[in-house]
């Protein structure tokens, strides 16, 4: 069709006109609208090149007015991009929206410049107080940042503008197409366009072509957000003169220059929904320009762009010695003859793809080929740590927070706990003050949503006075914290007022227990008080076993932190020992006639309950206690197979049951009356689940010859049926303990009144017998491990 041949031309004339001459001058009466590519590196040296030419008395900017007051902010020497304007509702800090920009985005570009000759230079799209208040009307798109995407259909419909003018030039990629015409032009030498202004008049006339065609492109929103630049545009007319430069996103070209009245734009924007916002800078990343959901901008490859926009010259063999040096540090080998060849593929590569200069593409592929010997494994580590990139903005202290946030800020400092992109593992002693108030600020943070630190399994003492955080700070965190500051100006004030709030609000004993223990670690004494109240009501009221089973582990572990807390735990031992007692009541007669989930429910519940009853303090009574109702829960018919297997297995790992007494439980359970399945839960209880379960086996072999027995008996008909638990029972052993037991098996059980394995049996792997002195040799290590990790 004729709007097709006409793109085409200037797909093709773009590339012709950013390599062609013109001398400089001030394009007619008008304004002078630079239409360019958000993120865009080529964009960016264009507008500079275009603003150097033409020498504006102001300059318009594609975003929201309400950053105005922070434009200075810009020329700070503390102010390193990648950073983003963030604007957010007083009233629902949660309702926000990021404008990012890198050192390569034509707006940052068009920011500095305009600050380094004096010139003013304004915000002029739609302001947030407007976008954000109709944020909720799901017609409203938001082609920038893709918070609010509406309806699916509404963006199967919206069109790519680079997208089409890739296709009717005969490109199957638009971002091959664009770093042809525009990122690689002028890089090689020769290229260098003599009219700065001549690639803008050629792209804008291509935007124009698809406005004819497809109008706003699917994207209602525009035709508001167009209006009030026009508007705003019409304003710096009047104040500067013809002389202003606008840098807008290239679609919004054709709608800037169109001829419109001042009445018809004010009439669009009648009536908009309006809130308060506030607005601030905040530090932006690489890795968030390069995701599409969210406020990501979306740009595949930031790190790539960043490169193309700081080199100088020589940008394939500079970026070819990056990749080198990055290869080196994981230890890889790569020499200068890699780095020369590496540069020769490359280019031969674009040649014989008819590109002006070897791309991302063409690097990648020559990476592959001579550094990485085609593996794709080490070319994963180049396209995240270089193609994308780990770089973390920075803003200036002087910029606008909420309190929250400069009282965040200020123990951040005090506490040497900078806030770093890259994930990191932190180890805590909190014996140490410094530790410990990094604790309280990590838990309190977690409790108010700010999740900056997640806990994680440490390596070494597993005692209540060490700690393991993986730390990673997110942008969007600040908007958590905005969020966060309803509740207070610090972070102790808000993490009270939030956890007794919650309190109030809870309606499961499970969940203020939960909060107890939260409140406990972030050292929250105010707090403590109401959800301790809370957790008597809640603890009075509710009969329930399995809730109950629930709640009292989160309380049992909050009974260890008084040690190393200095927090008094008094009132949360007795409610606890309460805890316990209804449960030791109600078990026996709540494990009776359940299905197979609420069984396998209520194991979890008697894990639980085993092992906090084992951290209450002076507890002996309550343990003879336990110790009962699982007696009670090992022996009738009525429970669930898997719960008497359980109750069968902490007897005897605690010691109240002896060997024989286990062998006979067994025994009993795998006879041939018992159905098939419920054996097989007998075994899935008493074996499975724990780390232990598969070296009792391999220790006990007349356990392992009961199974052995009664698997051999189970009718064929019946296999099929207990073969799953049977897999999911002994699939969850380590490889070295199947491996064991297989050889067990094979051998055969040892015959009574022999030796068994562990004994004499001289089978293959295995020791003629047990020598005691080797084994008492280990005893004084031992020893030393556990009294220096006893606290």
């Not at 434009?71 to 020497?77: Q, R």
């Not at 394939?316 to 540069?343: C, N, P, Q, Y």
């Not at 050889?743 to 293959?764: D, F, K, N, Q």
């Amino acid at each position: 069709m004729t709007t097709a041949v006409t793109t085409a031309g200037h797909g093709t004339g773009l590339a012709t006109a950013i390599a062609s001459g013109g001398e400089k001058r001030w394009p007619g009466s008008g304004p002078l609208v630079l239409g360019v590519r958000h993120h865009g590196p080529g964009s960016a040296r264009a507008v500079r090149a275009a603003l150097d030419a033409a020498m504006p008395r102001a300059v318009l900017i594609e975003g929201p007015p309400e950053g105005d007051a922070l434009l200075p902010l810009a020329a700070d020497e503390a102010m390193v991009p990648p950073v983003a304007l963030l604007a957010h509702a007083v009233d629902d800090p949660g309702r926000a929206a990021f404008w990012p920009m890198a050192a390569f985005s034509p707006e940052w570009v068009a920011i500095r410049w305009a600050q380094g000759h004096d010139v003013p230079v304004r915000f002029i799209d739609l302001p947030a107080a407007h976008s954000l208040a109709a944020a909720a009307d799901p017609t409203w798109g938001d082609d920038e940042d893709e918070a609010h995407p509406g309806s699916a259909d509404e963006a199967a419909l919206r069109i790519d503008p680079l997208a089409v003018l890739a296709e009717t030039a005969g490109y199957d990629d638009p971002e091959r197409w664009w770093e042809d015409v525009v990122e690689h032009r002028g890089e090689s030498g020769g290229d260098a366009p003599a009219d700065p202004l001549a690639p803008f008049t050629v792209l804008g006339e291509a935007m124009a072509a698809l406005r004819e065609e497809y109008g706003h492109g699917g994207r209602d929103r525009d035709v508001v957000r167009e209006a009030y630049m026009r508007v705003q545009l019409h304003a710096a007319r009047r104040e500067f003169g013809h002389e202003v430069a606008v840098v807008c996103g290239a679609w919004h070209v054709p709608a800037l220059t169109a001829k419109s009245t001042v009445t018809a734009d004010r009439a669009l924007l009648k009536g908009l929904p309006k809130v308060r916002t506030e607005t601030t800078w905040v530090p932006w990343t690489h890795r968030r320009l390069a995701r599409r959901t969210g406020y990501g901008a979306g740009i595949d490859s930031p790190g790539w762009y960043a490169h193309l926009f700081g080199a100088t010259d020589r940008p394939v063999e500079r970026w070819m010695t990056k990749v080198a040096g990055l290869l080196r540090d994981e230890d890889r080998f790569v020499s200068s003859a890699h780095v020369i060849e590496a540069v020769r593929l490359a280019g031969t590569l674009a040649a014989m793809r008819g590109r002006p200069l070897a791309g991302l593409s063409e690097t990648t592929d020559a990476i592959r080929a001579v550094m990485c010997e085609g593996s794709d494994v080490p070319l994963e580590l180049v396209q995240d740590r270089l193609v994308i990139g780990d770089v973390l903005g920075e803003v200036p202290e002087s910029a606008p927070a909420v309190p929250l946030q400069r009282d965040l800020a200020r123990l951040q400092r005090s506490l040497r706990l900078k806030p770093e992109l890259l994930e990191r593992e932190l180890e805590l002693d909190l014996r140490k003050d410094t530790d410990a108030a990094r604790s309280r600020l990590l838990h309190r943070l977690r409790l108010l949503g700010v999740d900056w630190g997640a806990p994680a399994a440490g390596r070494g003492s597993t005692g209540t006075f060490r700690e393991t955080w993986r730390l990673r700070w997110e942008p969007e965190l600040f908007v958590k914290v905005a969020e966060a500051g309803i509740w207070g100006t610090t972070v102790l004030g808000a993490a009270t007022a939030r956890a007794e709030s919650d309190a109030a609000s809870a309606t499961a004993l499970a969940d203020v227990t939960t909060l107890a223990e939260r409140c406990l670690l972030a050292e929250l004494p105010d707090a403590l008080p109401v959800v301790m109240r809370a957790l008597a009501d809640r603890a009075a009221l509710d009969a329930d076993v399995g809730h109950l089973a629930q709640a009292l582990p989160a309380l049992a572990r909050s009974l260890r932190y008084g040690d190393v807390r200095a927090t008094d735990t008094a009132a949360l031992g007795e409610v606890a020992n309460g805890l316990a007692e209804r449960i030791c009541v109600g078990l026996p007669p709540a494990c009776t006639g359940l299905d197979t989930d609420g069984a396998a429910e209520m194991r979890g519940h008697l894990d639980g309950v085993h092992s906090a009853i084992g951290l209450l303090a002076g507890s002996g009574e309550l343990s003879a206690r336990w110790t009962e109702v699982l007696r009670k829960l090992a022996v009738p018919d009525s429970v669930p197979g898997v719960l008497r297997g359980r109750a069968a297995r902490l007897l005897l790992d605690d010691g109240r049951l002896d060997e024989d007494e286990a062998a006979r439980l067994m025994g009993l359970a795998l006879s041939p009356g018992t159905p098939p399945a419920d054996a097989a839960a007998w075994i899935e209880g008493f074996v499975g689940g724990t780390a232990g379960g598969g070296m009792l086996l391999v220790h006990d072999e007349r356990l392992l010859g009961l199974v052995d027995t009664w698997l051999m008996s189970v009718p064929p008909d019946a296999f099929t049926d207990v073969l799953p638990l049977l897999r999911r029972t002994f699939s969850a052993y380590e490889p070295g303990v199947r491996r064991t037991l297989g050889e067990l098996v094979r051998r055969g059980p040892a015959a009574p009144g022999t030796a068994s394995a562990a004994g004499e049996s001289g089978a293959s792997g295995f020791g003629a017998g047990i020598d005691e002195a080797r084994a008492d040799a280990v005893l004084p290590v031992l020893r030393l491990i556990l009294e220096g990790d006893r606290v």
